[in-house]
């Protein structure tokens, strides 16, 4: 059986149970501070702070640890129980809010000392009341001691004692953390050096390409939210799907409009928050909107994941949008504009319907095995002397460079090494890197080419030394 968590974890029917860590949603009215509490307590900022309501639209966990004690941190978008009338968009972030705290081992409800107990606190109060889950509530922006006056007022909402704290500055912070503990069930110790694990794929892209659709269909629910609105994902989000037998962290990401440094306000923390995630990611999948040229922001995305050093899955999204004319468009663009990327998986995709969505994991498989390919030495380097032998480099200056041997020197992504008696032109680098492929696969992965040039000083110094010993 397959049991989930808010945090969207979920464990894979291999007959073992593995307990799952406690939950803890936060909940509470747009911009009282609750990512802001979300980033004090995890000690980094990971959650989008911005100085507007409503920067967190999903529901987004977070691993967390107190006092040894593993737990799950959701934050959520700012709850207005009353949404009746209200956009669409802000009834969905009370729907996922609700969610949250029905899959909740606890409820951490942040309210604004300074403001005091609004309408919306009371209504939300009493939906918490409910929903007979345990809660802390935490009264925030007590910056210091007169301010504490403040938070005596919500005594009122009949949730017990109201937790003086200031996320902006810790003040508090450690006392509202033990009573959060105390309403959690027994919860796992924090385990260290853990291996394995489901493999971690990033989805990326421009802003409104289908990305948290994608992540929709393949959970069977509405983790995140959709809308027709670009910008909608600001926080990358994590969710444990079964696919092919296997199970794979997927992370949502927020769309990527420019270069991190150009972005501004919450649009730069959700573009560094992106860069993050495919950082911690082992394969990315970028997803392309077919039905439209592709945009240099599309090769960009693209050349990040390569700079990265992640493997790579290209997905083509809304094709059943695309007719037969559109289909030889694109695939002119793609030979004249992603020469670079020939080398990844391909799969033409409809998030909408799911189509296709099943191709997904075997495009995964192949990047990520070649990803992880390795050479033995001594295939590496005969099939490199009769490629020399065939093509030898280019004269350089009147001297031809020699390559003396070479080696594999990592993987993840593969990286070799040339040992080399002079410099080696780049497109000849380009060309080693291109028969390396023909020859080895690599299929999915970036693979990278350096040279090591011989210092004459040091290799005349080391063969008198060889021949004195």
Not at 41 to 54: C, E, H, K, N, Y
Not at 355 to 362: I, S
Request: hydrophobic share 45%; charged share 25%; with cysteine.
């Amino acid at each position: 059986m397959r049991r989930e968590s808010t945090a969207g974890q979920a464990e894979p029917g291999d007959g073992a149970e593995e307990p799952l860590p406690p939950v803890v949603a936060v909940v509470g009215r747009p911009n009282v501070g609750k990512s802001t509490l979300v980033n004090r307590i995890l000690g980094s900022r990971q959650a989008v702070v911005a100085d507007v309501p409503g920067v967190t639209r999903d529901r987004v966990a977070y691993d967390a640890t107190w006092r040894g004690r593993a737990f799950t941190l959701v934050d959520t978008g700012g709850w207005e129980p009353s949404v009746e009338g209200a956009p669409v968009l802000a009834a969905r972030v009370a729907a996922q809010a609700r969610v949250a705290v029905d899959a909740a081992d606890a409820v951490l409800f942040v309210t604004d000392a300074v403001v005091g107990v609004t309408d919306a606190d009371a209504a939300v109060a009493a939906v918490l009341r409910r929903s007979r889950k345990p809660v802390v509530l935490a009264a925030n922006k007590v910056d210091d001691a007169p301010a504490e006056a403040g938070a005596h007022s919500l005594w009122s909402l009949g949730l017990g004692e109201p937790r003086p704290v200031s996320a902006l500055h810790g003040r508090g912070s450690g006392d509202l953390l033990d009573a959060v503990l105390d309403a959690l069930p027994p919860a796992p110790g924090e385990s260290f050096g853990a291996e394995g694990g489901p493999r971690r794929v990033a989805l990326i892209g421009r802003p409104n390409v289908g990305k948290s659709s994608l992540l929709n269909k393949l959970a069977g629910q509405e983790r995140v939210l959709v809308d027709a609105v670009a910008g909608t994902t600001r926080d990358p989000v994590d969710e444990l799907i079964e696919l092919g037998g296997k199970t794979w962290r997927f992370v949502d990401t927020a769309g990527i409009r420019r270069r991190v440094r150009e972005a501004q306000g919450a649009d730069y923390f959700a573009a560094l928050r992106t860069e993050r995630a495919l950082d911690r990611a082992e394969v990315a999948v970028v997803l392309i909107d077919a039905s439209e040229p592709l945009a240099e922001q599309d090769l960009r995305i693209v050349s990040m994941v390569i700079e990265a050093g992640r493997a790579l899955v290209i997905a083509y999204n809304k094709w059943d949008l695309v007719d037969e004319e559109r289909r030889h468009h694109l695939d002119q663009e793609i030979d004249r504009q992603l020469h670079t990327a020939r080398w990844a998986p391909r799969v033409n995709i409809s998030a909408a319907t799911g189509w296709h969505a099943d191709r997904l994991v075997p495009a995964l498989t192949t990047a990520l095995d070649g990803w992880q390919t390795r050479v033995p030495t001594g295939q590496l380097n005969a099939w490199l002397s009769a490629l020399i032998a065939a093509t030898p480099p280019p004269v350089r200056g009147g001297r031809q460079p020699k390559i003396m041997f070479a080696t594999q020197a990592g993987v993840c992504p593969p990286a070799f090494v040339l040992f080399t008696t002079g410099f080696l032109e780049a497109s000849y680098r380009r060309f080693i890197e291109r028969r390396l492929r023909e020859e080895f696969g690599f299929a999915g992965s970036p693979v990278r080419v350096t040279m090591r040039m011989r210092d004459k000083r040091s290799t005349s110094r080391g063969g008198r030394t060889a021949q004195r010993h």
